[in-house]
């Protein structure tokens, strides 16, 4: 028996993990000549060429549209202004439900909102962990619009049988890439699988420029509208430039600014080689902690290119005898923080997010004003009861059975690799002692 650093034993690592840098001489570079250039920002709020943004947006715009073999691609500053303008593009408006996933970070499903429409939780397939189609298909209504899905982890959803509802019923549907660039669904790549897809440049996605984000679409009345709403709107609409109907021309400033173009450039360049080697740390570290009974993988679909944002994994208490967080906390205890990230404790978390239906925002229906609004909105009509929400798969994985880790980024060496499995072989050889 070995004394676990939980109760005072000594941890098998007293060393951080590596923190994961993807910036480069390259991108400096690039945001000197910007800098030098004295133009920040490139973005006019009037009926001009740059109404559409800078040199660098504009290029970048180009190359994103190139890299992932689709026509439109509208550069902004968040995942989750990609995200707001998305439905506003696609006309959704008071009273409409969009069907969406607990699962998952909270913009997708704050999006709706916006435009205030209804938020209607879809829970998830315990394999792919993305919204289940059978469950989509169960909640349509005659007020149904869209279906956000989301690319959880890395993996895809199910675009096929999301499109097969979708014609069905008339829907738009959005997939939220924000976690899944570089990822491929029979042959295709994550988030251009359906009407529109949003990819993140934040600070924690695979690839970034600190902040931003990318919308992508087939659709040119699509990309007309998600340009306008990107830059005022119809406060600045032209002849030649404006879409043909204007619902929901409300303007924003999503803008991107030269120096995340420009970083975002480069980034994009590097995305295959840093997918390439994630992919190797993933294999090695499913390897390790696969060697603990009580640890299982998620079964691989086929025809799926996984990019693994972070690696889930399912833990059996039965099989433990004890419960999950103990047993991870026993983990973590034995191992150390990731570099620049000293404050965030060891990178393994257990159950992702708190189903979202449980916020406030829902629970309490407090989203604009004290009035329940839209919620309690003519045009909606229903009495959504969020507490009533329950989403028994998620639940599920959120209470008792999902794990997860990011520590599967580039930069992470054999021994860091060996030093994860080492920490569960530990705990699991001495679990008798946290009973
Ligand atoms: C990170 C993330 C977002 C938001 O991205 P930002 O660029 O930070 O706004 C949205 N959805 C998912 C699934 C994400 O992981």
């Not at 303008?85 to 999006?111: F, H, K, R």
């Amino acid at each position: 028996m070995q004394k676990l650093a939980i109760q005072g034993g000594k941890k098998i690592r007293t060393k951080p993990f590596p923190a994961h840098i993807t910036i480069g001489e390259e991108e400096i570079a690039r945001v000197r000549e910007v800098m030098e250039s004295g133009v920040l920002s490139g973005f006019i709020g009037a009926d001009h060429p740059r109404f559409l943004g800078g040199d660098q947006v504009r290029a970048l715009e180009d190359e994103w549209s190139k890299y992932y073999d689709v026509k439109y691609a509208i550069a902004v500053n968040s995942a989750t202004s990609g995200l707001f303008a998305a439905l506003g593009a696609i006309g959704i408006g008071p009273g409409d439900e969009v069907i969406v996933p607990p699962y998952t970070m909270s913009a997708t499903v704050v999006a709706p909102l916006i435009y205030n429409a209804i938020p209607v939780f879809a829970d998830i397939d315990p394999i792919t962990l993305c919204i289940d189609p059978n469950q989509v298909e169960k909640l349509i209504t005659k007020r149904t619009k869209a279906i956000i899905g989301v690319d959880l982890f890395g993996h895809p959803i199910d675009a096929d049988a999301l499109k097969a509802i979708a014609q069905k019923h008339d829907l738009f549907i959005i997939e939220d890439a924000a976690q899944a660039p570089g990822a491929f669904y029979k042959g295709k790549a994550c988030g251009t699988l359906v009407d529109i897809g949003v990819y993140s440049l934040n600070y924690h996605k695979h690839i970034h420029s600190g902040e931003g984000g990318i919308i992508v679409t087939n659709n040119k009345e699509l990309a007309q509208k998600l340009r306008m709403i990107r830059n005022h709107a119809e406060s600045v609409i032209s002849k030649n430039a404006s879409p043909s109907e204007l619902i929901n021309m409300i303007g924003f400033n999503y803008r991107m600014t030269e120096i995340e173009a420009a970083i975002a450039r480069v980034q994009l360049t590097k995305l295959k080689g840093l997918l390439e080697q994630r992919k190797q740390i993933v294999h090695k570290i499913e390897k390790e902690i696969t060697s603990v009974p009580c640890i299982s993988l998620l079964p691989q679909q086929e025809d799926v290119e996984n990019v693994h944002y972070v690696l889930p994994f399912i833990f059996d208490e039965e099989v433990a005898g004890v419960s999950r967080n103990t047993f991870i906390e026993a983990v973590k205890a034995e191992l150390e923080y990731t570099e620049l990230r000293e404050t965030e404790g060891v990178k393994i978390t257990c159950g992702y997010v708190k189903p979202l239906y449980h916020l406030p925002i829902f629970k309490n229906q407090t989203a604009y004003g004290d009035v329940k609004c839209p919620f309690s909105c003519p045009y909606y009509g229903e009495a959504l009861d969020y507490t009533r929400v329950y989403a028994p798969v998620c639940e599920e994985m959120y209470e008792k059975k999902l794990v997860l880790t990011e520590l599967v980024t580039p930069g992470m060496t054999d021994e860091d690799i060996e030093d994860i499995g080492k920490a569960f072989r530990k705990v699991w050889e001495n679990r008798e002692a946290l009973r």
